[in-house]
C-alpha cells in the first residue's frame, strides 16, 4: 500500500482559475511530518512547506494555501489564480521514522499541473 | 552559492561501464541522500549518510555503492551499469537527518544508458 497517495495524476486549468491538488497520506506514527515540493520543468525540486502532525492550521503563502486534515489524513495544497509558471509537477512527502533512529522521507507519485494561457 | 550541487548535470553511457555521480552541499548539514527518480518520475530513497556513515539503504542493487569522503560531500559510483538505471539521481542533504528536517536537493544528474 501507498504511503503517500496522490490520486490525481494529471490536472489541466486555463490561467487564473483555482486548483487544488490532493495528498492523502498512511501512518502508524503520532509524530510525522508533511511536505510538498515543486518540480518545474527545469527538474529542480523546490521544497515548498512543511507542516508537522501536531499542528492542524491551515496556511497560507501569497496564491498558496494548504489545508491539514489528520481526520482524513490529507494534506491538500491549493493554488489561487493559477499562472502559466505554477505548471510543474508537485510531490506530496511524508517523514517518518523508518526504525533504528533513522527517518524516511517518502514521496508520492506527484501531480503534474499544466496551466493554460 | 549553489547549496547542493551535482556533476555531471547529464551523462550518457554504454551499458557495462563504470560511473560516478559527484555530490557537495555548503549548508553545513550532517546528513546526505541519495535518490532516484525514474521515468514516470517516481521519486525513492537509496541511501542517506550521517557523518559519513551509512544510516538508510535500501533495496539497492549492490552495484551501487555511495561514498562520503567527508560530511559535505556524498558520491554515487555504479558499476557495471544496466538500462534500467537510467533514470534522473537526486542527492540531497538536511540538517542532521531528523524527522522534521526539510531535504535540499540538488538539480539532479540525468543518467541514460544506451
Known amino acids: 500500500a501507498q504511503k503517500v497517495t496522490q490520486a490525481q495524476t494529471e490536472i489541466s486549468v486555463v490561467e487564473k482559475e483555482d486548483v487544488t491538488l490532493d495528498c492523502v497520506y498512511e501512518?502508524?506514527?503520532?509524530?510525522?511530518?508533511l511536505f510538498w515540493y515543486k518540480q518545474p520543468p527545469s527538474g529542480e525540486l523546490v521544497f515548498l512547506i512543511r507542516?508537522?502532525?501536531?499542528?492542524?492550521q491551515n496556511e497560507i503563502s501569497g496564491r498558496y494555501s494548504w489545508n491539514f486534515q489528520k481526520s482524513t489524513s490529507s494534506f491538500n495544497f491549493t493554488i489561487t489564480a493559477s499562472q502559466v509558471v505554477d505548471s510543474a509537477v508537485y510531490f506530496c512527502?511524508?517523514?517518518?521514522?523508518?526504525?533504528?533512529?533513522?527517518?524516511?522521507?517518502?514521496f508520492g507519485k506527484g501531480t503534474k499541473l499544466s496551466v493554460i494561457p | 552559492d549553489t547549496a547542493v550541487s551535482q556533476t555531471p548535470k547529464y551523462l550518457v553511457t554504454q551499458m557495462g561501464n563504470d560511473k560516478s555521480i559527484k555530490c557537495e552541499q555548503n549548508?553545513?548539514?550532517?546528513?546526505m541522500y541519495w535518490y532516484k527518480q525514474d521515468s514516470k518520475k517516481f521519486l525513492k530513497i537509496m541511501f542517506s549518510?550521517?557523518?559519513?556513515?551509512?544510516?538508510i539503504n535500501e533495496t539497492v542493487p549492490n552495484r551501487f555503492s555511495p561514498k562520503s569522503p567527508d560530511k559535505a560531500h556524498l558520491n554515487l559510483h555504479i558499476n557495471s551499469l544496466e538500462l534500467g538505471d537510467s533514470a534522473v539521481y537526486f542527492c540531497?542533504?538536511?540538517?542532521?537527518?531528523?524527522?522534521?528536517?526539510?531535504?535540499?536537493f540538488g538539480p539532479g544528474t540525468r543518467l541514460l544508458v544506451l
Open positions: 507542516r508537522n502532525s501536531f499542528d492542524e
Open positions: 501512518t502508524r506514527d503520532t509524530t510525522y511530518y
Open positions: 549548508l553545513g548539514h550532517d546528513t
Open positions: 512527502a511524508l517523514s517518518e521514522a523508518s526504525g533504528a533512529g533513522s527517518y524516511q522521507l517518502t
Open positions: 549518510y550521517n557523518n559519513k556513515e551509512l544510516i
Open positions: 540531497a542533504s538536511s540538517q542532521t537527518g531528523l524527522l522534521q528536517e526539510t531535504q535540499y
